[in-house]
């Protein structure tokens, strides 16, 4: 089932990197997740393929891989479509498969945008609006943000903080 609001959040402190809740996910099978640059551990993606999930994150511009194999007939706007494998030491243990390098070209914005994914399935054009969509979710918390109004915090302790930020997102 689709839905427009998120299945699963976490409430950390700020000084928390975001990619840490990555590990506290329960990821279901055939289900796809998207993520941002700051979420590309590859230990937790490969947990993603391992349980049968897919995964779209946007590539850091650091990458360090080798091409397996190019596809090369593309759709307009796909600059490559790629099997690659890690070759940095530790990344290639974390991950030891070979997986999808996609190159993107955003007309709209004038960005390129490079995604990595286990979806061997989909079309690159695919791989590519299931990151658009992701924007939904950031436009939810932008959203959030302007209309969850707290005013007063009943209890300051963190079960009770986050105990009201739920309520306040559930209504």
């Not at 000084?15 to 099978?29: F, L, Q, R, V």
């Not at 937790?44 to 999930?53: A, F, G, K, P, V």
């Not at 946007?58 to 706007?77: D, E, G, H, I, S």
């Amino acid at each position: 089932i689709e839905a427009q609001v998120p299945a699963f959040y976490t409430v950390t402190t700020a000084s928390k990197h975001d990619s840490t809740a990555m590990s506290s996910i329960h990821y279901e099978p055939n289900a796809y997740y998207i993520f941002d640059r700051a979420y590309d551990s590859f230990k937790e993606l490969y947990r993603i393929h391992l349980t049968d999930s897919f995964f779209v994150v946007r590539a850091k511009t650091n990458l360090k891989y080798k091409t397996v194999k190019w596809k090369r007939r593309m759709p307009r706007n796909i600059m490559t479509d790629a099997e690659v494998k890690l070759t940095g030491y530790l990344s290639e243990k974390k991950y030891p498969e070979s997986f999808r390098l996609v190159r993107y070209y955003d007309e709209e914005d004038d960005r390129e945008f490079t995604f990595l994914t286990n979806a061997k399935q989909l079309s690159a054009l695919d791989v590519a609006n299931l990151y658009k969509k992701r924007w939904l979710i950031e436009l939810f918390f932008k959203w959030l943000k302007q209309h969850l109004k707290i005013k007063k915090f009943w209890g300051t302790t963190e079960n009770a903080v986050r105990i009201q930020i739920s309520v306040a997102i559930i209504t």
